[in-house]
């Protein structure tokens, strides 16, 4: 929390974020039973916990692993090898069920979910967290975004297409997930009675070459969510973490306009997201999570390239606090292990304050 207010505490704080895979073959590798001996074991920092527990009517599963989420939205397991499941997976939309919605009134009679259909648990896990810094964010699939589960529903190209010749069909769809949002996360925090530091969005702006939409059409239809999701969040006194992939750089004076805490991911091979320059020019007003390179450095560098890049971003990010160290995204199933032991391991020699980090 030293680190947040723009402080330099005793050291950098330190986050993790992996795939489940990898974090299971971490943990059998280093013999450990637990996922809480992990993080542990790799002195981190900071708890995650959804925070609710689905209660709500019965979603439709199928025998070959498809299934239905809360919005609607079809979803398959696709392997990246058949053959070995190891390797990983990932959830594919296969049907975007608001697609052939051609007027203001079929958005308005769809389905939308219930906040009713959760029970708020957020207090019974975060109690058992309280020596951490406790972030709650919900599942990955029902994370407070605007954007995303908009995509899942239209299908990605015909979003596109809408932000610029369907408004009223985006504003219509929006209106109804951040009114769900606003409702969600209101009942955690009221749930959670203080026992949150960090609620955790995530709401993909960005791709390796920009953002996916000008600054001009993200504050038409984004920016207005945006600060209530923020301002609901500090009424509570709970600071607010945003993710995004990609170069967002010309989105961060909005972010700070909203009153965004953290930003998370700092994606360093995408477009415009120069550290040096985001740090001297944004770092007063926002704190940042991530920035240790996933696509290049921690798949198919050698443990020493991953010990420069550590140390990189620690005095890049470090000085004056505001930075919490982690990867740029979820470490994935091509990084070796030996560099993600790499990774804690340079963190531990680089973060102090105390040895000039700063």
């Known amino acids: 929390m030293m680190a947040l207010a723009h402080e330099e505490p005793d050291r950098v704080p330190f986050d993790y974020w992996a795939e489940k895979k990898v974090t299971t073959r971490l943990m059998q590798e280093l013999n450990l039973a637990e996922y809480e001996r992990l993080l542990e074991h790799l002195q981190i920092d900071m708890r995650y916990t959804e925070g609710t527990r689905y209660v709500g009517p019965e979603l439709q599963k199928w025998h070959d692993g498809t299934w239905e989420d809360i919005w609607g939205i079809i979803r398959k397991p696709v392997f990246v090898d058949e053959m070995d499941p190891m390797k990983g997976s990932y959830e594919h939309v296969t049907t975007n069920p608001l697609a052939f919605v051609e007027t203001v009134q079929q958005v308005e009679n769809y389905r939308w979910p219930s906040p009713d259909w959760y029970e708020y648990t957020i207090d019974e896990e975060a109690r058992s967290f309280r020596q951490y810094a406790v972030v709650c964010g919900g599942d990955r699939l029902n994370r407070t975004a605007q954007f995303k589960p908009a995509m899942y529903l239209r299908g990605m190209e015909q979003m596109m297409v809408d932000l610029v010749l369907n408004p009223v069909i985006v504003e219509a769809m929006i209106d109804h ?59 509570h006194g709970v600071k607010v973490m945003h993710h995004t992939c990609g170069g967002v750089f010309e989105l961060i004076p909005e972010f700070i306009d909203c009153g965004l805490d953290i930003l998370q991911s700092l994606q360093p091979r995408a477009k415009g997201m120069d550290f040096n320059k985001i740090k001297k020019e944004y770092g007063k007003y926002l704190a940042f999570q991530g920035g240790v390179d996933i696509q290049g450095v921690m798949p198919f560098g050698t443990t020493e390239d991953v010990k420069a890049e550590v140390k990189r971003v620690i005095e890049t990010l470090g000085p004056g606090g505001g930075y919490i160290l982690c990867t740029s995204h979820n470490i994935q199933l091509d990084t070796p292990s030996e560099n993600i032991l790499a990774l804690y391991d340079a963190a531990q020699e680089f973060a102090s304050y105390r040895k000039g980090a700063s």
């Open 177 to 235: 997930i951040t009114n769900y949002y606003l409702e969600y996360d209101e009942r955690i925090f009221q749930k959670a009675n203080g026992s949150i530091d960090i609620f955790y969005m995530g709401d993909d702006f960005g791709t390796q070459n920009g953002l996916l939409m000008s600054v001009d059409m993200w504050r038409k239809y984004f920016k207005k969510g945006f600060k209530r999701f923020i301002d609901l969040s500090h009424r």
